[in-house]
Protein backbone atom coordinates (compact mmCIF):
# COMPACT_ATOMS: atom_id res chain seq x y z
CA UNK A 1 0.00 0.00 0.00
CA UNK A 2 1.27 3.22 -0.88
CA UNK A 3 1.60 6.63 0.32
CA UNK A 4 -1.33 8.86 0.89
CA UNK A 5 -2.33 10.46 -2.67
CA UNK A 6 -4.87 12.85 -1.24
CA UNK A 7 -3.83 15.26 0.97
CA UNK A 8 -6.45 14.78 4.11
CA UNK A 9 -4.88 17.07 6.44
CA UNK A 10 -5.94 19.71 3.87
CA UNK A 11 -9.11 18.43 4.17
CA UNK A 12 -9.34 17.98 7.59
CA UNK A 13 -6.76 20.35 9.10
CA UNK A 14 -7.99 20.74 12.50
CA UNK A 15 -7.24 17.10 12.50
CA UNK A 16 -3.44 15.73 12.74
CA UNK A 17 -3.83 11.97 12.75
CA UNK A 18 -0.56 9.88 14.37
CA UNK A 19 -0.40 5.99 14.70
CA UNK A 20 -1.51 6.35 18.35
CA UNK A 21 -5.03 8.02 18.21
CA UNK A 22 -6.58 4.58 17.26
CA UNK A 23 -5.40 2.60 20.68
CA UNK A 24 -6.27 5.96 22.53
CA UNK A 25 -10.27 6.48 21.10
CA UNK A 26 -11.26 2.48 21.25
CA UNK A 27 -12.60 2.87 25.25
CA UNK A 28 -14.37 -0.54 26.21
CA UNK A 29 -17.89 -0.29 27.94
CA UNK A 30 -17.94 -1.65 31.09
CA UNK A 31 -22.33 -1.27 30.41
CA UNK A 32 -23.76 -4.57 29.50
CA UNK A 33 -26.98 -5.19 27.27
CA UNK A 34 -30.36 -5.68 28.50
CA UNK A 35 -31.84 -5.81 25.08
CA UNK A 36 -34.57 -2.62 25.30
CA UNK A 37 -35.81 -1.63 22.57
CA UNK A 38 -34.50 2.38 21.14
CA UNK A 39 -36.80 5.39 22.04
CA UNK A 40 -38.94 6.49 20.37
CA UNK A 41 -37.46 8.56 17.15
CA UNK A 42 -37.23 12.44 17.78
CA UNK A 43 -37.11 14.81 15.46
CA UNK A 44 -33.98 14.71 13.44
CA UNK A 45 -31.98 17.57 14.28
CA UNK A 46 -29.12 16.89 11.59
CA UNK A 47 -31.62 17.77 8.99
CA UNK A 48 -32.41 20.75 9.62
CA UNK A 49 -31.10 23.24 6.92
CA UNK A 50 -28.69 25.92 9.48
CA UNK A 51 -26.85 22.48 10.06
CA UNK A 52 -26.97 20.72 6.96
CA UNK A 53 -24.88 23.76 4.91
CA UNK A 54 -22.13 23.53 7.52
CA UNK A 55 -18.99 22.13 5.94
CA UNK A 56 -14.88 22.54 6.77
CA UNK A 57 -14.06 23.00 3.33
CA UNK A 58 -15.06 23.18 -0.38
CA UNK A 59 -13.25 20.32 -2.18
CA UNK A 60 -15.24 18.58 -5.32
CA UNK A 61 -15.28 14.92 -3.21
CA UNK A 62 -17.01 13.76 -6.30
CA UNK A 63 -13.68 13.98 -8.14
CA UNK A 64 -11.66 13.66 -4.93
CA UNK A 65 -12.65 10.17 -4.56
CA UNK A 66 -12.34 8.59 -8.51
CA UNK A 67 -9.75 6.35 -9.09
CA UNK A 68 -6.60 8.27 -10.36
CA UNK A 69 -4.68 7.44 -13.64
CA UNK A 70 -2.37 4.53 -13.37
CA UNK A 71 -3.25 3.91 -9.56
CA UNK A 72 -3.73 0.50 -9.09
CA UNK A 73 -7.38 0.28 -7.41
CA UNK A 74 -6.46 -1.68 -4.39
CA UNK A 75 -4.36 0.49 -3.54
CA UNK A 76 -6.23 2.99 -3.78
CA UNK A 77 -9.20 1.18 -1.76
CA UNK A 78 -6.62 0.30 0.96
CA UNK A 79 -5.13 3.90 1.27
CA UNK A 80 -8.76 5.40 1.56
CA UNK A 81 -10.55 2.74 3.71
CA UNK A 82 -7.86 2.90 6.09
CA UNK A 83 -7.38 7.06 6.31
CA UNK A 84 -11.42 6.59 6.72
CA UNK A 85 -11.10 4.47 9.19
CA UNK A 86 -8.70 6.76 11.78
CA UNK A 87 -10.95 9.93 10.78
CA UNK A 88 -14.21 8.48 11.70
CA UNK A 89 -12.72 6.69 14.92
CA UNK A 90 -11.39 10.23 15.54
CA UNK A 91 -14.75 11.44 15.18
CA UNK A 92 -16.20 9.01 17.41
CA UNK A 93 -13.41 9.90 20.29
CA UNK A 94 -14.91 13.37 20.21
CA UNK A 95 -18.47 12.24 21.69
CA UNK A 96 -17.45 8.64 22.87
CA UNK A 97 -17.81 10.00 26.62
CA UNK A 98 -21.55 10.45 26.21
CA UNK A 99 -22.22 7.18 24.29
CA UNK A 100 -22.20 4.61 27.48
CA UNK A 101 -23.94 1.71 28.55
CA UNK A 102 -27.02 3.30 30.04
CA UNK A 103 -27.22 5.93 27.61
CA UNK A 104 -26.57 3.86 24.38
CA UNK A 105 -28.40 0.45 25.44
CA UNK A 106 -28.45 -1.26 22.09
CA UNK A 107 -26.79 0.12 18.51
CA UNK A 108 -29.48 1.75 17.66
CA UNK A 109 -29.51 4.03 14.06
CA UNK A 110 -33.02 5.35 14.17
CA UNK A 111 -35.39 2.59 14.50
CA UNK A 112 -32.80 -0.10 13.57
CA UNK A 113 -30.97 -1.95 15.93
CA UNK A 114 -27.67 -3.68 14.83
CA UNK A 115 -25.88 -6.71 16.87
CA UNK A 116 -22.36 -7.88 16.52
CA UNK A 117 -21.44 -11.57 14.70
CA UNK A 118 -17.94 -13.14 15.85
CA UNK A 119 -15.74 -14.92 13.97
CA UNK A 120 -18.22 -18.17 14.41
CA UNK A 121 -21.23 -16.18 12.95
CA UNK A 122 -22.61 -16.17 16.75
CA UNK A 123 -24.94 -13.15 17.01
CA UNK A 124 -24.52 -10.76 20.01
CA UNK A 125 -26.89 -8.23 21.71
CA UNK A 126 -24.28 -5.59 23.07
CA UNK A 127 -24.51 -1.67 23.90
CA UNK A 128 -23.57 1.02 21.34
CA UNK A 129 -20.21 1.14 22.62
CA UNK A 130 -19.44 -2.23 23.00
CA UNK A 131 -20.46 -2.30 19.37
CA UNK A 132 -18.02 0.39 18.34
CA UNK A 133 -15.13 -1.08 19.92
CA UNK A 134 -15.96 -4.39 18.53
CA UNK A 135 -15.64 -2.18 14.98
CA UNK A 136 -12.54 -0.62 15.70
CA UNK A 137 -10.41 -3.32 17.03
CA UNK A 138 -11.37 -5.85 14.22
CA UNK A 139 -10.65 -2.88 11.97
CA UNK A 140 -7.42 -1.97 13.34
CA UNK A 141 -6.68 -5.76 13.21
CA UNK A 142 -6.96 -5.61 9.74
CA UNK A 143 -5.79 -2.45 8.33
CA UNK A 144 -2.25 -3.59 10.48
CA UNK A 145 -1.95 -6.52 9.00
CA UNK A 146 0.65 -7.16 6.28
CA UNK A 147 -0.88 -9.68 4.70
CA UNK A 148 -4.44 -8.10 4.07
CA UNK A 149 -2.98 -4.33 3.94
CA UNK A 150 0.49 -4.71 2.23
CA UNK A 151 2.70 -2.01 2.73
CA UNK A 152 5.95 -3.33 1.35
CA UNK A 153 6.65 -3.01 -2.36
CA UNK A 154 5.77 -5.81 -4.65
CA UNK A 155 3.61 -7.55 -1.79
CA UNK A 156 0.30 -8.28 -3.14
CA UNK A 157 -3.20 -8.19 -2.06
CA UNK A 158 -5.03 -11.28 -0.83
CA UNK A 159 -7.87 -12.20 -2.52
CA UNK A 160 -10.27 -11.47 -0.74
CA UNK A 161 -9.06 -7.91 0.01
CA UNK A 162 -12.55 -6.40 -1.82
CA UNK A 163 -14.88 -8.50 0.27
CA UNK A 164 -12.83 -7.26 3.34
CA UNK A 165 -13.11 -3.90 2.25
CA UNK A 166 -16.86 -3.78 1.99
CA UNK A 167 -17.29 -5.51 5.33
CA UNK A 168 -15.35 -2.07 7.37
CA UNK A 169 -17.03 0.23 5.23
CA UNK A 170 -19.98 -1.26 6.28
CA UNK A 171 -19.49 -1.19 9.83
CA UNK A 172 -17.77 2.21 9.68
CA UNK A 173 -21.03 3.58 8.15
CA UNK A 174 -22.95 2.19 11.49
CA UNK A 175 -20.85 4.17 13.62
CA UNK A 176 -21.12 7.80 11.30
CA UNK A 177 -24.84 6.72 11.25
CA UNK A 178 -25.32 6.27 14.99
CA UNK A 179 -23.46 9.27 15.44
CA UNK A 180 -26.28 11.29 13.41
CA UNK A 181 -28.68 9.45 15.64
CA UNK A 182 -28.16 9.65 19.16
CA UNK A 183 -25.30 12.17 19.76
CA UNK A 184 -25.54 15.01 16.70
CA UNK A 185 -26.48 17.11 19.71
CA UNK A 186 -23.26 16.84 21.21
CA UNK A 187 -21.59 17.03 18.28
CA UNK A 188 -23.17 20.05 17.54
CA UNK A 189 -22.12 21.22 21.16
CA UNK A 190 -18.84 21.02 20.35
CA UNK A 191 -18.98 22.56 17.33
CA UNK A 192 -17.86 19.63 15.12
CA UNK A 193 -21.42 19.10 12.81
CA UNK A 194 -18.78 20.80 10.04
CA UNK A 195 -16.79 18.45 10.23
CA UNK A 196 -19.16 15.46 10.68
CA UNK A 197 -21.05 16.42 7.45
CA UNK A 198 -17.64 16.76 5.54
CA UNK A 199 -16.57 13.42 6.29
CA UNK A 200 -19.86 11.77 5.53
CA UNK A 201 -20.14 13.20 2.18
CA UNK A 202 -16.74 12.18 1.94
CA UNK A 203 -17.46 8.84 2.80
CA UNK A 204 -20.69 8.06 0.95
CA UNK A 205 -19.03 9.74 -2.19
CA UNK A 206 -16.41 7.05 -1.95
CA UNK A 207 -18.40 3.70 -0.67
CA UNK A 208 -20.99 4.70 -3.99
CA UNK A 209 -17.80 5.05 -6.40
CA UNK A 210 -16.65 1.47 -5.82
CA UNK A 211 -20.00 -0.29 -4.90
CA UNK A 212 -18.76 -0.54 -1.37
CA UNK A 213 -21.50 -0.96 0.44
CA UNK A 214 -25.21 -2.31 -0.18
CA UNK A 215 -27.41 0.70 -0.96
CA UNK A 216 -30.09 -1.22 1.19
CA UNK A 217 -27.42 -1.14 4.27
CA UNK A 218 -27.47 3.19 4.05
CA UNK A 219 -31.03 3.55 3.45
CA UNK A 220 -31.58 4.69 6.62
CA UNK A 221 -29.53 7.54 5.92
CA UNK A 222 -31.04 8.20 2.72
CA UNK A 223 -32.62 11.61 3.87
CA UNK A 224 -29.40 12.73 5.04
CA UNK A 225 -27.30 11.04 1.77
CA UNK A 226 -29.66 13.37 -0.53
CA UNK A 227 -29.17 16.55 1.32
CA UNK A 228 -25.48 16.36 1.60
CA UNK A 229 -24.55 15.05 -1.12
CA UNK A 230 -26.95 16.50 -3.56
CA UNK A 231 -24.50 19.66 -3.42
CA UNK A 232 -21.72 17.79 -4.08
CA UNK A 233 -21.95 16.29 -7.58
CA UNK A 234 -23.40 12.94 -6.56
CA UNK A 235 -26.34 10.67 -8.31
CA UNK A 236 -28.79 9.08 -6.97
CA UNK A 237 -27.02 6.17 -8.10
CA UNK A 238 -27.87 3.05 -5.35
CA UNK A 239 -30.55 4.91 -3.60
CA UNK A 240 -33.28 5.97 -5.56
CA UNK A 241 -35.79 3.58 -4.03
CA UNK A 242 -34.37 4.33 -0.45
CA UNK A 243 -36.70 7.04 0.65
CA UNK A 244 -39.63 4.94 0.10
CA UNK A 245 -38.17 2.43 2.16
CA UNK A 246 -37.33 4.35 4.79
CA UNK A 247 -40.57 5.71 5.14
CA UNK A 248 -42.32 2.03 5.72
CA UNK A 249 -39.28 1.34 8.22
CA UNK A 250 -40.45 4.41 10.73
CA UNK A 251 -43.30 2.10 11.90
CA UNK A 252 -41.30 -0.74 13.79
CA UNK A 253 -37.38 -2.01 15.12
CA UNK A 254 -35.74 -3.35 12.78
CA UNK A 255 -32.84 -6.27 13.51
CA UNK A 256 -29.47 -6.60 11.47
Known sequence: MPVQYTNWN?????????????SQSCRKSKGKPNGKKPAPEEKKLYLEPEYTKSRITDFEFKELVMLPREIDLNEWLASNTTTFFHHINLQYSTISEFCTGESCQTMAVCNTQYYWYDE???KIKCTAPQYVDFVMSSVQKLVTDEDVFPTKYGKEFPNSFESLVKKI??????????IYSSHFKETLALELHGHLNTLYTHFILFIREFNLVDPKET?????????????????????GNGSNNSAGAQNHVKER
Request: net charge neutral.
Open 10 to 22: KLYPEWRIGPSDC
Open 120 to 122: RGK
Open 169 to 178: CKYLFHVLAH
Open 219 to 239: TIMDDLTEVLCSSSGSSSNGS
